[in-house]
């Protein structure tokens, strides 16, 4: 039970929050990384909008070309971080 009350105490999730967007901000592979999350996050909001009177083609493609660069970009930063974080354990 020490455990969940520690879990649940304000100065260890404030630790965790800063310990998670410290490693984010110091490693360029987590950079890389949370990059492709945004590129996801643009494609997915390009795929939802519709231009004037057009039926938004273009922007399906557009939508489709960052959702695979995102991706692809998640999948590195994430794969080569993996593999350098265990190799340090």
């Known amino acids: 039970m020490g455990s969940t009350q520690r879990a649940n105490d304000p ?21 890389i990384a949370a990059a492709g999350a945004v590129f996801v996050a643009l494609g997915a909001v390009l795929n939802g909008v519709t231009w004037g009177s057009g039926d938004g083609q273009l922007m399906g493609i557009w939508a489709a070309i960052f959702a695979v660069w995102g991706s692809g970009l998640i999948l590195t930063g994430l794969g080569l971080y993996s593999i350098i974080w265990s190799r340090r354990r």
Do not use: G, M, N, P
């Open 11 to 31: 100065e260890t999730t404030s630790r965790f929050r800063e310990t998670v967007l410290d490693s984010i901000f110091d490693s360029v592979l987590l950079r």
